[in-house]
């Protein structure tokens, strides 16, 4: 893993903080310039050198889903150009790219850049003594001489290859060992290690890192009984759009149309195993677009999701009667992994909607609730596809996409009393005296919302119904809409929240009249 520093906070949240047991990761580091000021929870701050031995610190900024969690970036003063990325993340550590530049003098053009790849670990909490999170610097792996001879950068000397995030994983097993795994379709080369000249067909190469060692390996790909597309026509159309740890020894790489590849890194002669998507969700014409995904619960269980418009009348496909205008059928299948064949859920969910970038919820024995963002509204919902109920609604900033959210369980680590792990992570505001040299890390203040934590008091209901005193609901309403409202750990009575006050009364008598009467 290379040089490794770890830093135990000084201050921040009490032991008894209960942060979230999942959390939804923007890929992105939104910082801008150095110098500026941040919020930082100081339970998750750590540092570390960089390759170049410049002190770098890594907190996370975690809310509860829907609302979008984020990794602050803290830089050396003055360092510019910074970029920092999520390339993946497994159990309780994530991998980040993180770059930027800073004066120096004799180097090139004044400027000296750091290119490296960490992995951030969030420790344990509940560990005795506790585990402090950890910031531990990836060893680069190099183009070899054959490789730099073949590519723009030959003559350049060590050439670092960098991680494609959409086709890299990380597989975290046990206390201490990792695999980082990127999935690369290369041409086949000569005997004399030349490359072909035909473009077509593609071969698939693993870039391994294991027992902190890199090598690379041709992979062979096994195919499914029926499979439209042999393993060269496969490669040929491949294009991977993410990469799931399935369990701690297999990792998925997606393509949206054509299925899924499967492979044990851990295993002394990898093998890559096709499973197409189902065949109801073939798209030939209009192509996967983007109100699919496939995600993996917290069991471990692959799920396809689905979501596709429909007619008033039964038929599937966008339609121009206006009955059916935002009608869609959201359908769900799980993997069975003892014989690679998709099962169909047996419901379906249908808001009348817009829908994309679907992630199933990471939460234990929550395979039915999935998150959902709405076309051009900027909201995250969340729906229970058994119950045929949106559960929750947030309002999130512009520019969120399926490819820019990455589910992590990295914030259920952080908590000494993970029974409950539904609330938001309180912070510590100002500078944080633990890092040796002035740092800098997200400018921008993540759109937040206050969220009612499972703990919710019957008063705070009351509060509201006082001022809906002259909607007129009367006293068996009343009581009934308490029970409701106290339901999924006060999820419903955040929904309630941001429903407008004129509309609040006819949403409750719908919540009220949807709810099975119990005779005495």
Known sequence: MGTEATQPPSA????????????????????????????????????AR?????????????????????????????????????????????????????????????????????????????????RPPTLSLLRPYYLTKQKLKNSCSYGRGLVQCYLCRESTGLLRRGDDEIAVAELKLVEPTTTDGTRTATQTPKEAELLLLLSNQWSVTRLPIRTSHGDAKNAEELLSSWRTCTVLPVGDSLLCWVDLFDGLLLCNVFDESPVLQHVPLPVEAARTLSGPGPSRNVCVTAGGAVK?????????CGGVGSTHCQTSRHAYTISTWSLRMDDMLWALDAYKGIPRMPLRCPI?????GDPHVIWFLVCRTGFLILVDTR????????????????????????????DSNPSSGKGESSVTKGPMDMIPSPVVGDSAEASRTEFVEPGLQLSAILAVFQEMASYGLDRDDMLKACSILRQNDGRRFRSLLRVPKNLRKDWLLMEINATPRVDP
């Open 304 to 312: 396809f999701v689905d979501a596709v418009p429909r007619c008033c």
């Open 387 to 414: 119950r045929k109920d949106i559960l929750s609604v947030y309002r999130q900033s512009d520019g969120l996409s399926r490819d820019s959210l990455l589910p992590s369980r990295v914030s259920y680590y952080f």
């Open 360 to 364: 199933v919820s990471m939460d234990d």
């Open 12 to 47: 921040g949240p009490s032991a008894a903080t209960a942060y979230p047991r999942w959390v939804l990761l923007d890929r992105y580091y939104k910082g801008e310039d150095a110098g500026s000021s941040t919020t930082t929870d100081a339970m998750t701050l750590v540092t």
């Open 50 to 130: 960089t390759s170049r031995g410049r002190h770098i610190g890594v907190s996370l900024r975690l809310a509860a889903p829907p609302a979008v969690s984020s990794v602050c970036l803290h830089f050396p003063h003055g360092a510019t150009n910074t970029l920092g990325l999520v390339v993946a993340a497994h159990g309780d550590s994530v991998i980040l790219y993180i770059s930027f530049k800073e004066e120096e003098e004799g180097s090139f053009l004044g400027l000296d850049e750091t290119d490296d790849y960490f992995v951030y670990n969030a420790g344990a909490a509940t560990a005795e003594p506790p």
